[in-house]
């Protein structure tokens, strides 16, 4: 097989562009397009949907998934070798609040002292799986628990979700004794058109039919706080990102009785990499500690 090859075609998805891929790989846009045509040649078969954004066909993806799994092989052999001298790279999917809150920690301690890059795709909980599922990663964390085929998957606890708003908020927006329906008619937040969070906060929580349309798209989890900071909307956020607001009194619990939870759990691939396995335990201690 031409690694190579492989590895530009892997680049050019990750970097959308060719011209990028060649600047991380040192290739002109013309040897990168060069590698990937005559890769396609030599398979007969379309890799590269040459669409924005770019991305594989399920070839590219079956492609992608060896190469890494070849890396993650010479990798093995380097620091056997080596010791810690050879870069170690590991692509894996997170959902954004745990990135926000808990998984930097994780990040921060694994890799400390250590030639070891963590690739990190931001995805909601919903949609991490299908990216291990695709061969685009090789771990990832999903609000779904059933393993993919030749994989594993562990339980790693629960997000606790609560809808808060500040103080100025609660006075501007909403009288005294305010009640769930009350919480329909005013300004809050999504994160995007994936995310199915607050739908279900009002459906499995509060027993109301869901209504999204006073709600802002704001894909950033620290935005999340700085609009409720600004007093401009209520939201739902994990219990863990706002403590301190809320033990200083910036931020105000509206259904104090009222959490949804969602479930958490780490999914990796059959690879056999002590690396991976390092991984996965560094997530479910740190978890562990975060989410317990």
């Not at 970097?15 to 398979?43: H, W």
Request: glycine share 6%; aromatic share 8%.
């Amino acid at each position: 097989m031409d690694y190579k090859a492989i590895e530009c075609l892997r680049q050019v998805v990750e970097s959308q562009g060719f011209e990028k891929a060649g600047d991380v790989l040192g290739l002109t846009q013309s040897a990168v397009s060069q590698k990937i045509k005559r890769l396609e040649q030599s398979y007969n078969s379309v890799l590269l949907i040459r669409e924005k954004p770019l991305r594989l066909t399920d070839l590219g993806k079956k492609l992608n998934m060896h190469f890494i799994k070849v890396q993650l092989m010479e990798q093995a052999l380097v620091k056997e070798a080596y010791g810690e001298q050879g870069l170690q790279c590991l692509p894996i999917a997170i959902n954004n609040d745990s990135l926000a809150t808990w998984f930097i920690d994780v990040i921060t301690g694994f890799a400390q002292g250590r030639h070891i890059r963590l690739q990190c795709k931001v995805a909601d909980q919903s949609l991490t799986r299908e990216l291990l599922k695709k061969g685009e990663v090789v771990a990832a964390i999903s609000d779904v628990g059933a393993s993919v085929t030749g994989g594993q998957s562990v339980y790693l606890g629960a997000m606790d979700y609560i809808l808060v708003a500040s103080p100025e908020f609660i006075q501007r927006y909403l009288h005294e004794g305010f009640v769930e329906t009350d919480i329909l008619n005013v300004p809050t937040l999504m994160f995007d058109e994936n995310d199915q969070l607050w739908a279900n906060y009002q459906k499995q929580v509060l027993l109301l039919q869901s209504r999204v349309k006073y709600c802002h798209w704001l894909p950033s989890s620290q935005g999340f706080v700085q609009m409720l900071l600004s007093h401009s909307v209520c939201a739902l956020v994990p219990r863990i990102q706002v403590e301190q607001e809320l033990s200083e009194g910036h931020l105000i619990e509206l259904f104090p009785d009222k959490v949804l939870k969602v479930p958490l759990y780490w999914h990796w691939s059959g690879l056999d990499s002590s690396l991976l396995n390092e991984l996965t335990e560094a997530v479910v201690r740190q978890a562990y500690i975060s989410l317990n």
